[in-house]
């Protein structure tokens, strides 16, 4: 059974790039969410994707945006990159239950690091 | 705002120590409490906490929620080197369908 899984493992670009993250979810989950995680700090939410739409978003600038598409897979969007983008990056997903609302235990991806130079 | 704090942010023990890790929280629609396992890369997942006062418990980890006092504790008994690693505890808020996450405790087991 595949876990959730992310490309790349690391990544270098520099000022003013633009980037993109992807992640294929756990077998048999719908909803996937991004998170970035700077060194010494917990995740921090990004947005969420259920049904190819972006259903939540955290504090985050218009510069991060993503996709779902129709298999579920994900991409993570980062445009005009500075430097306090450098972080792990990572993608949780999820089975949304269709009844309650409710989404169950997230389950996360290994990352990809990002380096801003 | 929406916080998650947990305590004590570093704890070095010895192998065979038991250790209580601390998280509470201040959500909005609070619907559960999550704790994760981080060691290089992936937080694993260890527990979902829904109902207070009902203790999960996996081998030699176990956890509980009181969420009147809005807080929850992850216990490891007879640690191991193997235990060393960032324990993360998040809240899952109903409505915003995302997890707010502490800081983390760093658990480092010497042997």
């Known amino acids: 059974d595949a876990g959730v899984t992310q490309s790349p493992t690391h990544l270098i670009k520099t000022r003013g790039q633009q980037v993109t993250l992807r992640c294929s979810p756990k077998?048999?989950?719908?909803?996937v969410s991004w998170y970035q995680q700077a060194l010494g700090q917990g995740p921090q939410f990004i947005f969420q994707y259920y049904e190819e739409e972006e259903r939540q978003r955290g504090n985050f600038p218009d510069r991060f945006s993503g996709h779902q598409f129709p298999n579920y897979s994900s991409e993570l969007n980062v445009n005009a990159l500075l430097l306090g983008d450098s972080a792990l990056y990572l993608c949780?997903?999820?089975?949304?239950?269709?009844?309650?609302?409710?989404?169950?235990?997230?389950?996360f991806g290994d990352g990809t690091r990002l380096s801003i130079l | 705002e929406d916080k998650v704090v947990q305590s004590p942010l570093s704890l070095v023990v010895h192998e065979g120590d038991t250790v209580t890790l601390n998280c509470s929280y201040e959500v909005t629609n609070f619907r559960s409490l999550l704790w994760y396992k981080q060691e290089k890369k992936a937080p694993t997942f260890l527990f979902m906490l829904t109902s207070s006062g009902i203790e999960k418990k996996s081998g030699r980890l176990s956890s509980i929620l009181d969420k009147k006092e809005l807080f929850s504790i992850l216990n490891i008994t007879a640690t191991q080197t193997g235990d060393s690693a960032v324990y993360l505890c998040a809240a899952y808020m109903e409505y915003g369908n995302k997890l707010v996450f502490g800081a983390g405790t760093i658990l480092r087991v010497k042997s």
């Open positions: 949780a997903s999820s089975l949304k239950l269709r009844h309650s609302g409710l989404s169950g235990a997230q389950h």
């Open positions: 077998s048999g989950h719908d909803t």
